[in-house]
């Protein structure tokens, strides 16, 4: 993937509603699909935000 392609698909991003963002930080990637991690909560949360329920 190219930056041209991450730039195009940030532009069509941009045209999509926007469902909000969190930000986790000093987290790895294991943590985030740890449901005992805090990290996890906020990815379900957001994941359940982003499918409607």
């Known amino acids: 993937m190219t930056f041209?392609?991450?730039?195009?698909?940030i532009d069509a991003l941009?045209?999509?509603p926007r469902i909000g963002t969190?930000?986790?930080v000093a987290v790895g990637h294991f943590e985030l699909?740890?449901?005992g991690h805090e990290?996890?909560?906020t990815c379900r949360q957001q994941t359940l935000?982003?499918?409607?329920?």
Request: glycine share 4%; hydrophobic share 50%; proline share 4%.
């Open 4 to 9: 041209e392609d991450v730039a195009a698909a």
């Open 22 to 24: 969190s930000k986790v």
């Open 14 to 16: 941009a045209e999509q």
């Open 33 to 35: 699909i740890d449901p």
């Open 39 to 41: 990290a996890w909560k």
């Open 49 to 53: 935000t982003m499918l409607g329920s």
